[in-house]
């Protein structure tokens, strides 16, 4: 079996500026795939080109193994659900999800049947007959997907989908999208510029930055292995700060310009003596044992302490250096009060180190 998509060498230009820079990437049938970036970087380039409304300037675009050269956007086998949804204001929800099959020519017993079990799938059982304008910002999501699902298509892009809701409502349109993708298994490539959509959603991530894709990996390998200094300040949280190698024979130093001296690991090959040094909140151990190895060791003075219930986190200093550790949820720290110095460390494997200057 081919893979559902498989995009060679995509390049687009507009005049001499470079949107989408020589993309290859391959998708797997029946996978959540995110494609995650800064506002700019050349995501909606490329969904476009995916479904057919622009043509590449050079590269090539197979969808399950057939060469989609010259085939309009209509004839090929994706549909797509855009950030401002485009759902027909004067038709009601029932007419909204069977546009496309009446389009087909589908008989329309068939379309009732198919839009029925649609409304059943995006749990809107019962509002085929109610206007587009009676829905809340999140049920007309639900219109949206379940209007471009009808038709069966291989993939089904979504561009920010989720990008004019509320917060609550969007972490809680996060799972639901996750699972009805689960259940309806069609391929989705979901494009966003949101690291904790992308995480929670996805089987596979591709991080992009200018019109390139910097890693193609699993949520966790993106998190927990960064393949780029920009992968690892975009994904997730992290202390990032410039730094010089001290010595790298037999073990990597490095010493950040605020005067934290680490032993790092090398995330890549150490060119020059100029790098950066990525450190997690959460790899900050507060009050470690004594016998723990490889440890950098040091001591914090408490600044200030951030409560978020469950993501509450301290920011304190170490010398000029301010570094954010994120707080366990554990009664040995509760007592943890601004001023206080605290013995902390972190392992080695938790200090990572790219080369060059912070991009
Ligand atoms: N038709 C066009 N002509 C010229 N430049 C364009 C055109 N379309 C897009 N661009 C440029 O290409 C770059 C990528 O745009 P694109 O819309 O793909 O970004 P994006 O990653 O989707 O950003 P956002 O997250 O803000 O939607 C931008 O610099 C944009 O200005
Ligand atoms: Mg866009």
Avoid: W
Wanted: some cysteine; proline content about 5%; overall charge negative.
């Amino acid at each position: 079996m081919p893979p559902v998509l498989d995009i060679d060498q995509i390049v687009k230009k507009f005049g001499n500026f470079t949107a989408v820079d020589n993309v290859s990437f391959q998708v797997e049938d029946g996978k959540f795939f995110s494609i995650l970036g800064p506002s700019g970087c050349g995501k909606t380039t490329l969904l476009r080109i995916i479904s057919g409304f622009l043509e590449p300037s050079s590269g090539s675009l197979r969808i399950r193994g057939e060469d989609m050269a010259g085939i309009a956007p209509n004839r090929r086998p994706v549909n797509l659900v855009f950030q401002n949804l485009a759902l027909f204001p004067m038709m009601n929800v029932a007419e909204n999800i069977a546009f496309g099959l009446k389009r087909q020519r589908c008989p329309a017993r068939e379309i009732e049947s198919r839009t029925d079990a649609m409304l059943e799938r995006v749990g809107l059982t019962g509002y085929g007959p109610k206007d587009i304008a009676q829905l809340s910002g999140g049920q007309k999501q639900r219109v949206a997907i379940a209007r471009a699902l009808v038709v069966n298509p291989s993939i089904l892009l979504l561009d920010e989908p989720l990008g004019a809701l509320d917060l609550k409502l969007r972490e809680q349109m996060k799972i639901e999208l996750k699972k009805l993708q689960r259940e309806v298994g069609t391929t989705f490539i979901y494009i966003t510029h949101d690291q904790s959509e992308a995480l929670v959603m996805s089987d596979t991530v591709a991080v992009m930055n200018d019109g390139c894709f910097e890693q193609i990996d699993t949520p966790r390998n993106l998190y927990e292995s960064p393949a780029s200094s920009f992968v690892a300040g975009f994904v997730g949280e992290a202390n990032i700060f410039s730094a010089f190698v001290e010595s790298q024979d037999p073990e990597l130093i490095v010493r950040t310009s605020t005067g934290l001296v680490m032993r790092a690991t090398a995330m890549q090959q150490m060119e020059g003596r100029e790098c950066s040094l990525f450190i997690r909140p959460e790899s900050i151990i507060l009050m470690p044992d004594d016998n723990l190895e490889d440890l950098n060791r040091f001591e914090l003075v408490v600044e200030a302490i951030l409560f978020d219930g469950s993501n509450t986190k301290i920011l304190a200093m170490q010398g000029d250096s301010e570094i954010t550790v994120a707080l366990p949820q554990n009664q040995q720290f509760a007592h943890i009060a601004v001023g206080d110095h605290i013995n902390a460390g972190v392992h080695v494997d938790g200090c990572k180190c790219y080369s060059g200057e912070m991009s």
